[in-house]
């Protein structure tokens, strides 16, 4: 389920920060039942929800990518939303900056928002 544990230093605040990294990848073999327990929505309705957002992503792209994939955005946000965990922990989490987060989870929220 979880990839690995990763560490990294950050230079501007001289601090070594662990996180976790869940990503679709690792978590799409596992059951229905564990699917939900651990996402929160159905495999099914995950899978029609990055459709979606697929769909609306092809046609607003611009810009340097982002680092995550968009399954994993996705699992991301749904990770903020479920389990009400501050958006500092959700960054450190996925191994970003806190403010690359927000944005993340406001262009899932709202695929209009670019």
Known sequence: ?????SIF?????????????MKYSKIK??????FKRLVGIQSSTFLEM??????????????????LLLEDQLLMTLSYW??????FHVAMSYGLHEFSASRIIRKIDNPSYG
Request: charged share 20%; proline share 2%.
């Open 50 to 67: 990055l459709e979606v957002l697929k769909i609306s992503q092809a046609n607003t792209q611009r810009g340097r990518p982002s680092s």
């Open 1 to 5: 389920m979880i990839n690995k544990l």
């Open 29 to 34: 073999t596992l059951s229905s039942s564990q």
């Open 9 to 21: 230093y950050s230079h501007r605040k001289s601090m070594f920060y662990y996180h976790w990294y």
């Open 82 to 87: 479920c389990e009400y965990r501050t958006l």
